[in-house]
């Protein structure tokens, strides 16, 4: 019964489920930077920048 127990009260998933919420939070994250650095001011802003850094 103690086997049983302490098996149990382990927590082996734990880092499975670290991992997910990780990735979940990342593909979070790129999505919100794609969707910015597509809009329209931001790649008028980044044409400037490298506009200006070629002459």
Known sequence: MRKLIARLRGDAGMNTAEYAVGTLAAVAFAG????????????????????????
């Open 32 to 55: 919100i930077l794609l969707k910015v650095l597509t809009s329209g001011n931001v790649q008028s802003a980044l044409t400037a920048v490298i506009d200006r850094a070629l002459k």
